[in-house]
Each structure stands twice: as structure tokens, then as C-alpha cells.
């Protein structure tokens, strides 16, 4: 009777484990879908009036440069998508719109390869934000955030000005913002004392090149939160190896 009672109770467990784990994975596909049509929305109303057709246009954004960078994988002006500032943007992006575009023509044949391009570059930063919005709401979990908290401060992100503006325009913002949250969550996930694996070397070597070759000066960026981390592990292992007075 008493393993029977503690079958049960293991199950119980696992069935509220997976059910917990619905939960957050419902809401973070929730939040990347209103994210991604808010987005887009915001972006077609940016586009009526051909401020994507513009540079330098808010904050140094330059759309037009970064529509360029995504089709052709060629800069317009010395800061686009392939060179020293931004490393990698043209060599990541380029050949999946291209393929993307390919695709819309063979599907659409009067639609020509160059416009469809286009269409596909204007959706790479609302796609970008729905992944950061639902990355984001797991960084919360691993700080033992509740899902009823977490939500609203991933929609309250999402109404912020630089999120609406950034997330509707092709530029590299969004892709900063998209890095930055997966160094946040890999942060949050490797400060937790009950977590089952931490972040290894090589993931956090994988998180620095990623935000490094969207732009260089992230770099910065991500020296300061992986050397709180590890100065945490630090205190954390003399705390233990330290005998009691």
C-alpha cells in the first residue's frame, strides 16, 4: 500500500509537472504570436508611408540598408549587414531569404524573385521578436518567476517604444534583441542552484559569437554578464569550501 500511495503521489507530480510545462509553453507561443501580428501590422503602417525606404531615419536605423543587406547580401553604406560593426547579418540572413523568396516565386510565378525578397526581409524582425518575447518568458521561469508574473512583463516589454519601433523595421536591433535574450535566459539558467544541467563552456562561447556577428560592440555586453556569473559560481564555491566559524 505504501509504494501504491507513493506511485501515486510521484504521478500526481508529474502530471502537475506537465501540466505546468503547457501552461508556459501555450503562453510563450501566445506571446510570440501577438508579437509577431502586432509587428507586422505596425510594420505595414511604417511601410504606407516609406519610412522603410529611408536611412538614418530614428536612433541611426536604417531600414532601407538592412532590406538591401537581407536580398542581396550587399551593403549599401559601411555599416550594413556584412562588415566590421556587423559582422554576420548578410551571411546569416541573405541565403535563407534568398531560398525563401525562391520559394514565394516558384509557388507565384508572376511574382517577381527581387519583390518577394523584400516581402520575406520585412518579415525577419517581427519573426525576431516573437522568438524574443517567447525566450524572454522563459528567462523569467528560470528565475522562478510565476507564469501570471511573467506574462504581463513580457507584454509590458512588448509595448515599450523601442520594441514596437525595432521589432516592425528590418534593422539589427531586433536581431540584438533576440541574442540578448538567449544570453539572458542561458544567464538566468546557469545562476539557478537546483538547475539539473548548467551552461557549459561551449554554449557560452556559442551566445558571445552569436551577438558578437550581429555587432561587434555587443561584445562588451556580454563580457559583463558572463563575468557576473562566473564571479557568482566563484563566491558561491569558496562560500562552500569555506569551513564554519
Known amino acids: 500500500r505504501l509504494a501504491h500511495n507513493s506511485r501515486q503521489r510521484s504521478t500526481a507530480m508529474h502530471d502537475l509537472s506537465a ?3 503547457r501552461a508556459w509553453h501555450g503562453a510563450a507561443t501566445g506571446l510570440a504570436i501577438i508579437a509577431f501580428v502586432l509587428h507586422v501590422l505596425l510594420g505595414n503602417r511604417l511601410g504606407r508611408t516609406g519610412v522603410l525606404h529611408e536611412w538614418d531615419v530614428l536612433f541611426n536605423a536604417d531600414p532601407t540598408v538592412y532590406v538591401t543587406s537581407f536580398t542581396t547580401g550587399q551593403n549599401t553604406y559601411r555599416w550594413g549587414g556584412r562588415s566590421f560593426v556587423h559582422p554576420n547579418i548578410s551571411n546569416a540572413l541573405y541565403p535563407i531569404v534568398g531560398v525563401a523568396a525562391a520559394t514565394l516565386h516558384a509557388i507565384r510565378p508572376p511574382l517577381p524573385v527581387e519583390i518577394a525578397g523584400r516581402r520575406v526581409a520585412y518579415l525577419i524582425c517581427p519573426l ?3 522568438a524574443t518575447a517567447a525566450i524572454l518568458l522563459f528567462a523569467f521561469a528560470e528565475l522562478s518567476v510565476g507564469l501570471a508574473s511573467a506574462t504581463p512583463l513580457v507584454l509590458l516589454y512588448l509595448a515599450t517604444f523601442s520594441a514596437l ?3 516592425s523595421i528590418p534593422e539589427s536591433y531586433c536581431l540584438c534583441a533576440l541574442a540578448f535574450a538567449v544570453l539572458f535566459r542561458l544567464a538566468a539558467r546557469d545562476l539557478r ?4 544541467n548548467r551552461a557549459r563552456t561551449p554554449q557560452w562561447i556559442a551566445a558571445g ?3 558578437a556577428s550581429i555587432t ?3 561584445i562588451v ?3 559583463v554578464v558572463a563575468l557576473a556569473v562566473r564571479s557568482r559560481h566563484a563566491r558561491l564555491r569558496r562560500a562552500v569550501a569555506s569551513p564554519p566559524r
Open 128 to 130: 525576431a521578436s516573437a
Open 216 to 218: 561587434i560592440s555587443n
Open 221 to 223: 555586453s556580454f563580457a
Open 19 to 21: 501540466r505546468r510545462r
Open 165 to 167: 519601433l525595432f521589432g
Open 209 to 211: 559569437t552569436l551577438i
Open 193 to 196: 542552484s537546483d538547475a539539473p
